[in-house]
């Protein structure tokens, strides 16, 4: 574009586009897909403001035009091209995001993504940046095999997935150049001989079922419960207990006695209860 042409627009003209710079870039914050320009020319036009803007503020510091009205001039070329710089990053990533969808995710550049772009109302340049956007994702798509990856066509080559049947390998004596298996030898059953059972036991058991455990024998003489005793005074004649044992009596020994044994010296005084 030839930069004199600026000229030729008006200071309506001018202002016009400014205003369109802000109220774009509001439309266009939380759209997915680009808003429509109030002109086909946009970022021209954009251009010849911005150009009209740095003219003005060169005329004014030639013809030393107050510090304040030139500080005014500044800051507003500076909004302007924040808003501009803003703008470019919110359409771009809409155009970016509608090429993705439509040529990745659709394969069908922007038909059938409910989102389509009216193009008479989008700048050139926007359509030759979403065309690129568009080739990229379908190189991409080419590259990655995208068409295979999403089931879109089968592969030729059949692979048998999971586990291979267990007849696959009957017949085969080696597996990938592995040694065969060896073959488990039948196993033996062990007869196992009771060490405390004789001939004549074992015939027993077959014939009358499994014996029975013996019952624990029962004690004939159960003795009486004995109490114990510590001897309190000497004596020089020994006593004889009901087993016919010999105690002989002597002060501080302790003895367990029968309870008629324990009484008899307990009540003569040669003994006392002692504790258990």
Same mark, same amino acid.
């Given at each position: 574009?030839?930069?004199?042409?600026?000229?030729?627009?008006?200071?309506?003209?001018?202002?016009?586009?400014?205003?369109?710079?802000?109220?774009?870039?509001?439309?266009?914050?939380?759209?997915?897909?680009?808003?429509?320009?109030?002109?086909?020319?946009?970022?021209?036009?954009?251009? /010849?403001?911005?150009? /009209?803007?740095?003219?003005?503020?060169?005329?004014?510091?030639?013809? #030393?035009?107050?510090?304040?009205?030139?500080?005014? #001039?500044?800051?507003?070329?500076?909004?302007?091209?924040?808003?501009?710089?803003?703008?470019?990053?919110?359409?771009?990533?809409?155009?970016?995001?509608?090429? +993705?969808?439509?040529?990745?995710?659709?394969? #069908?550049?922007?038909?059938?993504?409910?989102?389509?772009?009216?193009?008479?109302?989008?700048?050139?340049?926007?359509?030759?940046?979403?065309?690129?956007?568009?080739?990229?994702?379908?190189?991409?798509?080419?590259?990655?095999?995208?068409?295979?990856?999403?089931?879109?066509?089968?592969? #030729?080559?059949?692979?048998?997935?999971?586990?291979?049947?267990?007849?696959?390998?009957?017949?085969?004596?080696?597996?990938?150049?592995? $040694?065969?298996?060896?073959?488990?030898?039948?196993?033996?059953?062990?007869?196992?001989?009771?060490?405390?059972?004789?001939?004549?036991?074992?015939?027993?058991?077959?014939?009358?079922?499994?014996?029975?455990?013996?019952?624990?024998?029962?004690?004939?003489?159960?003795?009486?419960?004995? +109490?114990?005793?510590?001897?309190?005074?000497?004596?020089?004649?020994?006593?004889?207990?009901?087993?016919?044992?010999?105690?002989?009596?002597?002060?501080?020994?302790?003895?367990?006695?029968? $309870?008629?044994?324990?009484?008899?010296?307990?009540?003569?005084?040669?003994?006392?209860?002692?504790?258990?």
């Amino acid at each position: 574009m030839d930069t004199d042409e600026h000229d030729t627009l008006s200071a309506s003209e001018l202002d016009r586009i400014e205003k369109a710079i802000f109220e774009v870039a509001r439309q266009q914050r939380g759209k997915r897909v680009p808003v429509s320009l109030p002109f086909p020319d946009f970022w021209d036009r954009a251009v /010849h403001l911005v150009i /009209h803007l740095e003219q003005e503020a060169d005329r004014m510091r030639r013809e #030393g035009v107050g510090s304040a009205r030139l500080s005014t #001039g500044i800051r507003r070329m500076a909004n302007i091209r924040t808003q501009i710089r803003n703008l470019a990053n919110l359409r771009l990533n809409a155009l970016t995001s509608h090429a +993705v969808i439509g040529s990745l995710l659709e394969g #069908g550049g922007s038909r059938g993504n409910g989102n389509s772009i009216e193009w008479s109302r989008m700048d050139p340049k926007e359509r030759a940046f979403h065309s690129e956007v568009s080739r990229g994702v379908d190189r991409f798509r080419n590259q990655a095999s995208w068409d295979v990856l999403m089931g879109i066509e089968e592969s #030729g080559v059949e692979e048998a997935i999971g586990v291979p049947e267990l007849n696959q390998f009957e017949n085969e004596k080696e597996l990938d150049g592995l $040694a065969p298996l060896p073959v488990p030898a039948p196993e033996k059953e062990v007869e196992w001989n009771d060490p405390e059972m004789d001939e004549e036991d074992r015939i027993r058991t077959i014939d009358d079922g499994y014996p029975e455990a013996p019952l624990s024998p029962i004690p004939q003489d159960v003795k009486p419960d004995l +109490v114990r005793i510590r001897i309190i005074e000497d004596s020089d004649d020994p006593i004889i207990d009901e087993e016919g044992n010999e105690i002989r009596i002597i002060e501080g020994d302790f003895h367990l006695c029968s $309870a008629t044994m324990s009484e008899t010296l307990i009540s003569i005084g040669l003994a006392e209860l002692a504790d258990v």
